[in-house]
Nanobody
């Protein structure tokens, strides 16, 4: 099983991008999904997460008022809408499934709690 993140690209500061996370995982809709990012030379960090139903969301403070995570369980997809992008947002963005099990209410924020990482999608924000 693997997740595929897509939608990255080059954008000017202040612009927007919408990332998608898709998979063929049959039980994807039963799991929380997290978005992480990794800038060159830095560790992978948590960005946002959404629970299996879409009703609970959590964000890194730095992106809280600019990014929105959502999901469409009819399409086996999770999205990350990124607005007012800043050069500091430049990174490879990854999505992954909560490896603690299905139907978790509390959202995890550490990489160790997530599984089925894909290859990521690169977001570059120019100043």
């Amino acid at each position: 099983v693997q997740l595929q993140a897509s939608g990255g690209g080059l954008v000017q500061a202040g612009g927007s991008l919408r990332l998608s996370c898709t998979t063929s995982m049959v039980t994807f809709n039963n799991y929380a999904v997290g978005w992480f990012r990794q800038a060159p030379g830095k560790e992978r960090e948590f960005v946002a997460a959404i629970d299996w139903s879409g009703s609970s969301k959590y964000y890194l403070d730095f992106v809280k008022d600019r990014f929105t995570v959502s999901r469409d369980n009819t399409k086996n997809a999770v999205y990350l809408q990124m607005n007012t992008l800043k050069p500091e947002d430049t990174a490879a963005y990854y999505c992954a499934v909560d490896g603690r099990g299905p139907y978790k209410r509390a959202l995890a924020t550490t990489t160790d709690d997530y599984v089925y990482w894909g290859q990521g999608t690169l977001v570059t924000v120019s100043s």
